[in-house]
Every structure is written in structure tokens, then in C-alpha cells.
């Protein structure tokens, strides 16, 4: 009977799993199609867009970056085409083995590989990374007859960045090199990471910084497809990219080159200004260097040479170099006096060879004096105790609100970066330069050191050319700039970079024509004669001689005597011609002397050739040194004067 009873039990019990199971075999048919919908209809949009990114790739193509000519036309910075090998490293066999097999073909170096895996880390897996650069036609020719040996391998035409003059104005023009983090973070800060996708140089000094976005161009791209593997498939479109604008100069190439030349294996600077639009004409920084080194990663052996070089090539001096000027100080402060009331042209002092103030004597470049020196004479024989007694008596304040209208003592805001602001003294800045209470009191003794271009007095020769220029031009300031035009080379629009006023200084023209023939003076009688001897032109100029260090008292500076890297630095500010100044020059040659010396007759060549276009014939020779020059004997800082 029970074996009856459970028999009709398990057709029941069978029924009851048999629904139990098609319940759940449809649940789950029912989620399936749910999630299918869900997928299909309600997220079709969401993924087949997906998708479609998946199969098309946007690859950069980079712009053509713009060309730097100087103003007659001469290139100073372009792009030329070369052959690179490059792999795309998902068509590869094997990566590592197909570079050491490519070793084989052309040399392939330590440094390439390191470049290489650089690269591989920062790009898409279809995208070809360049494993050598610049290959020689030989190293081409060598590949292509192997070349079904290595798949994803190919020679391209890439173009590099060339200076043809090479370290012609390179501290001007700059260089191009590798992107680096810091490059990254101000290329995110100003939104313009989308144009540098596969960007791998960028300006890193002078004009290629400056005017990076304007030489950079536009990128354009390619729309790739791609297959699952990340491999490119074909090209569906390509939109071109923008070439960079071109920069025309204000500088001369020739000019440059002659400046350049002057100046031989001495240390120092020169920066030449058309007073009339604030134009640089040339801009050295000797010694300089090749930019062509930096363009593809500069090797380490060139970086060290040029880094613990104690000659420093790589500082622009023109610009970031500031030192006591001297005694080319003495015409800025002689128009100072005259704007300000505290002398006129005629007003003259006697000079005994020295100026008492308190318990010190202040020395003259002459022993006995110079007689009784009017303004006109103080700057033909650049009178020490002229200016002592003048900056005593116009002190500190007037001093340094002057010149500070002149561009001392601040940034002349030219076109490249790496400029320094200079230092002109004033109980101000004394405050903030210093911690200790007792060194930010400001002595009256100081302020007599401050008249002759000395003590804390620190400017370049930009800043002292532009200040001339700013005087020549009766007031009105211009800024110093590099460029003069940018050209579109697509559209051919050009823009002129105009000249403007950046302000007006009050001076009085009859005040300046002073200071002009009193410049001029220096050239026909005074300290410049022997270096301006038989000039086609009429110019005006002021010597000055720097001290390097402080004399022990009643010491007496001997050239010979003092270690090479320890003289007097050659200073000389000039204009020509007189009447219509076309060209203002600040040349500083470091430890080079007097400077009617050393500086004088550099400016001499950069003179003749910009006005009469005579080439020199070599490096500008020193002249013989005058028996006394301005600043050489005992100057000393009064810095512990009672008040």
C-alpha cells in the first residue's frame, strides 16, 4: 500500500520541479531580453558611439613651424626635411628584436633607444615613434634593401628645426627643444593642449619662447580606422594643419655678425637701438653658443661643456648681465642737473683732484684737478669731482626719480624673456634689499659714489643704451623690440608690430643738445678721440671704466697687477651721427680696462659699418690706455658717513 502511495506521488512532485525549472529558464530569457533592450534600444546611441570611437583614432598631424628672417631677409631660423627611421610598434614581430635587427642597418645608439621608450610611454600604439633622426642617404638606401625584413618599420620625411647662421644672435633668436614637464603645465595653463597633441619641441629662450604661439601654427589631424588590435587600417580623413606665422626683425644680420666678430674671445655685451622707433639692431652676448644643439636633445657632453663653462655662454648678457656703468652715469646726470634746476650749462666748480665730504676724501681721476669745470667740460674729461659735488647736492631722491623715468632700475619690457630690472639705489630699495636695520639706513656718503656711476648702480647694456635713446629721442620712450613684422604664410596677411610711445619724459631740447655736443666732445677731444680717429661721421660718446672690487685706502689701481677676472670692466655708450642719431650702441666689455680701451673701438666698428658699410677686418684691437682714466684711482663707498 505506501509503495502505491509515493508511486502516485512522483508524477506530482516531478510536475512541480518540471514548472519550478521552465519558471526559472523563463526568468531568466526575460532578463536576457531586458538587458538586451536595455543595451540595444534605450543605450544605442551611448554605445555605438563608443564604438565608433573604438574604430576611428584622431591622430595629430604637426604644423610647419614659422620662419625667423632678419630685416634685409636673411634666415636665421627655418625647418628642412630629413629622413627618419620610425616604427609602429603594434606591426611589429617583436619590438626589442626588431631594434637590435635594425642595429645592424644603421647605427643606433644608447641615446636613441633611451628617446625611444620616452616616446613609446607618451604615444598610441599605432602611432610610428622615430627610432633614428636624420639618417644619411647611405643609411637609407641600406634599409630599403632590407626592408620586407621588417614589418611596421618605415623611412619617413620629418622636418627639424635648423639655424643656418648658427650662433649668430642666438641669444636673441633662442632655440627649440624638447617638451618637459614644466613646458606641459603652462602649455595646460593657457588651453592650448589640444594643438600640442604630438608636439615634441618647443621655444625654450629668447624669440622662440616668446613668440611660441605665433610660430607653433596650427596642428590638423587624421581620422584612422583601427581593428581590434589597435592597428591602423586606413585613413577616412585628414584635415591640414596650419603653418606657423613668419617673424621679419628689427635686427641686421650683417650688423650683428660685425658686432659679433668685434668683440673676438672677450667676455661681454652690446645692444644697438634705433632711437627713433626703439628697433634692435643687434643684441650680443659674447660668448654664445650653437642653437643647433638643443634642437634634437643636446648630448651630455656638449651640456657640460656649456654648463661648467666659466665663461658662461649660455647667459644673455645684453640683457640679464647688470654692473656699476661708470662713468657713462656722469650725461645722465648731468641732464638730471639741468631738468631739475640744480645747474646750468655755464655753472662751473674748481676742481683740486678731490671732494671732502665729513671725515673722507673722495679722489678725482686727476691728480691736482682739472682746473675750473663747467657741464660741458665735466663730461669731455669726465670730471669725478664735477659729479661728486652734484650728486651731493641734488641728493639720493632727486637722483633716483629721474632716473627711473629714464627706464633705470626697471625691465625695458623688450620681446624675449629673461630680462633683469637692474638696481638703482634709493633708500626705498636699500629697505627692501636688506634684513638688518642698521644696513637699510641709507648714508648721504653712499649717494657720492651713486654721481660717478658707482656703488650700488647695476644696469645692462640694454638698459643703458635704451636710456640714451630715450634722452635722443627728447623724451619719448619707445620699447625695445625684436620684431617687426608677422606674416601669415597662408593668407600672406601681414602685421606690423608699430612702434609706440610707452610714455613722455619732460626734458627740455636745449637741456639735451647739451648733453649731445658734450658727448660729441668725448669723441673729438676727450676720451674717445683715439678710438673714433678719422670717422667719416660725426658721433658722441662717454667712456667708463667699472670697478670690479674696492681698493684697499691709498691703494692704486694697476691693471697688470690684479687677476684677469678681477679688472675694471670697459664701459662706452655712443650715438651717431650727432645732428640725426640713427644708431645708439651700449658695449660693456667685462675686465676689459678703460673703456676708451677695450669697449670704444668695438663701437667704433658697429659704426662704421652701419653708416659707411665698411666691413672690419677682424676683431676690434684694443687701443693703447690713457695715462689716467675716469674711476681708476681710490673710490671709495662711504657707507659708514655720520649723517
Not at 197 to 216: N, P, Q, V
Not at 230 to 239: F, I, M, Y
Not at 308 to 336: C, E, Q, V, W
Not at 403 to 431: C, F, H, N, V, Y
Request: hydrophobic share 35%; charged share 25%; with cysteine.
Amino acid at each position: 500500500m505506501s509503495d502505491f502511495h509515493h508511486s502516485e506521488q512522483d508524477p506530482d512532485r516531478f510536475r512541480k520541479r518540471i514548472l519550478f525549472a521552465g519558471s526559472f529558464v523563463l526568468l531568466c530569457f526575460c532578463l536576457l531580453f531586458g538587458r538586451f533592450f536595455y543595451l540595444q534600444i534605450v543605450q544605442h546611441e551611448y554605445y555605438a558611439t563608443r564604438a565608433e570611437s573604438n574604430r576611428i583614432s584622431l591622430v595629430p598631424v604637426m604644423p610647419n613651424r614659422g620662419n625667423i628672417v632678419d630685416r634685409n631677409g636673411v634666415i636665421l631660423a627655418r625647418n628642412y626635411s630629413a629622413f627618419t627611421l620610425e616604427i609602429t610598434p603594434s606591426k611589429t614581430l617583436g619590438l626589442e628584436e626588431t631594434i637590435d635587427s635594425l642595429g645592424e642597418i644603421v647605427e643606433i645608439q644608447l641615446k636613441d633607444r633611451r628617446r625611444f621608450k620616452r616616446l613609446l610611454e607618451e604615444s598610441k600604439n599605432f602611432e610610428s615613434i622615430p627610432i633614428r633622426t636624420r639618417l644619411s642617404d647611405q643609411e637609407v638606401a641600406r634599409f630599403a634593401a632590407q626592408r620586407y625584413r621588417f614589418p611596421g618599420v618605415e623611412v619617413k620625411a620629418r622636418l627639424f628645426r635648423q639655424y643656418p647662421e648658427n650662433s649668430l644672435a642666438a641669444h636673441a633668436i633662442g632655440y627649440i627643444s624638447r617638451i618637459n614637464a614644466k613646458d606641459k603645465e603652462l602649455i595646460d595653463a593657457g588651453g592650448h593642449e589640444a594643438n600640442y597633441k604630438g608636439t615634441e619641441h618647443i621655444g625654450k629662450i629668447g624669440l622662440e619662447a616668446h613668440y611660441e604661439f605665433e610660430l607653433h601654427g596650427t596642428a590638423g589631424h587624421e581620422q584612422v580606422e583601427v581593428d581590434a588590435g589597435g592597428r591602423a587600417v586606413r585613413v577616412l580623413s585628414q584635415t591640414a594643419p596650419i603653418p606657423g606665422n613668419n617673424l621679419t626683425l628689427t635686427l641686421d644680420a650683417k650688423l650683428q655678425a660685425v658686432a659679433e666678430q668685434a668683440f673676438g674671445d672677450r667676455r661681454g655685451s652690446l645692444a644697438a637701438i634705433d632711437p627713433s622707433n626703439g628697433a634692435v639692431l643687434a643684441l650680443v652676448s659674447s660668448p654664445a653658443f650653437d642653437p643647433n644643439l638643443f634642437v634634437d636633445g643636446i648630448r651630455f657632453d656638449d651640456w657640460d661643456e656649456l654648463n661648467n663653462n666659466p665663461d658662461k655662454p649660455m647667459l644673455n648678457r645684453a640683457i640679464y648681465s647688470t654692473h656699476p656703468p661708470g662713468s657713462t652715469f656722469k650725461p645722465l646726470m648731468a641732464l638730471a642737473a639741468l631738468t631739475t634746476g640744480k645747474r646750468t650749462p655755464g655753472q662751473a666748480i674748481a676742481d683740486a683732484g678731490y671732494f671732502n665730504f665729513g671725515n673722507r676724501r673722495f679722489m678725482d681721476d686727476k691728480v691736482g684737478g682739472h682746473g675750473m669745470v663747467d657741464m660741458h667740460k665735466s663730461i669731455v674729461v669726465s670730471c669725478n669731482t664735477y659729479y661728486y659735488v652734484l650728486a651731493n647736492d641734488m641728493g639720493i631722491d632727486n637722483i633716483a626719480r629721474f632716473m627711473g623715468e629714464l627706464g633705470l632700475g626697471r625691465r625695458t619690457e623688450i620681446d624675449i624673456p629673461g630680462e633683469a630690472t637692474g638696481i638703482l639705489p634709493s633708500p626705498e630699495w636699500k629697505q627692501r634689499r636688506f634684513k638688518k636695520r642698521e644696513q637699510q639706513k641709507w648714508y648721504p656718503g653712499e649717494t657720492i659714489s651713486i654721481g660717478i656711476g658707482q656703488g650700488y648702480n647695476a644696469y645692462s647694456t640694454l638698459h643703458m643704451a635704451h636710456a640714451l635713446a630715450n634722452i635722443l629721442n627728447y623724451g619719448k620712450v619707445y620699447r625695445p623690440h625684436l620684431v617687426n613684422t608677422i606674416t601669415n604664410p597662408t593668407t600672406g596677411e601681414v602685421r606690423v608690430v608699430e612702434p609706440q610711445p610707452v610714455r613722455q619724459i619732460d626734458l627740455k631740447p636745449e637741456h639735451v643738445e647739451v648733453i649731445k655736443r658734450g658727448m660729441a666732445g668725448v669723441v673729438t677731444e676727450g676720451t674717445g678721440s683715439r678710438a673714433f680717429a678719422g670717422a667719416a661721421y660725426e658721433s658722441g660718446g662717454k667712456t667708463g671704466t667699472a670697478q670690479v672690487f674696492s681698493l684697499k685706502s691709498g691703494q692704486k689701481y694697476v691693471a697688470g697687477q690684479v687677476k684677469e677676472r678681477l679688472r675694471d670692466h670697459s664701459w662706452y655708450v655712443a650715438f651717431a651721427p650727432v645732428d640725426k642719431p640713427k644708431i645708439v650702441v651700449a658695449v660693456m666689455v667685462e675686465n676689459g680696462g678703460f673703456g676708451a680701451q677695450s669697449a670704444a673701438p668695438i663701437a667704433r666698428q658697429v659704426f662704421d659699418y652701419h653708416l659707411t658699410g665698411r666691413l672690419p677686418g677682424g676683431p676690434a684691437p684694443e687701443v693703447e690706455a690713457p695715462e689716467a682714466d675716469e674711476n681708476t684711482e681710490l673710490i671709495e663707498e662711504a657707507i659708514d658717513e655720520a649723517d
